[in-house]
């Protein structure tokens, strides 16, 4: 997978590091046996980057 460029919501090293043992905690009591696919720290930069940048969903009506 290619490096992808960073943005000025993404978390800093510092910061991953204060929150990174709270979400691997719960990832491990949630797993049941399977392998992560997910980086968890992805997840978060995501979820900042919508709440900054105001990034609306796209939902299809059915």
């Known amino acids: 997978m290619t490096e992808r460029r960073a943005y000025p919501s993404d978390l800093k ?3 991953w ?3 990174e043992p709270l979400l691997v905690e719960w990832r491990a009591a949630r797993a049941e046996g399977r392998e992560p696919t997910t980086d968890l ?4 930069n ?7 940048t ?3 969903l796209a ?3 059915p």
Do not use: M, W
């Not at 720290?41 to 978060?44: A, Y």
């Not at 995501?46 to 900054?52: D, G």
């Open 41 to 44: 720290r992805e997840v978060v």
């Open 17 to 19: 590091e204060l929150i």
């Open 59 to 61: 939902v299809s009506a």
């Open 46 to 52: 995501a979820i900042f980057y919508v709440a900054r």
């Open 54 to 56: 105001g990034v609306g």
């Open 13 to 15: 090293d510092d910061q």
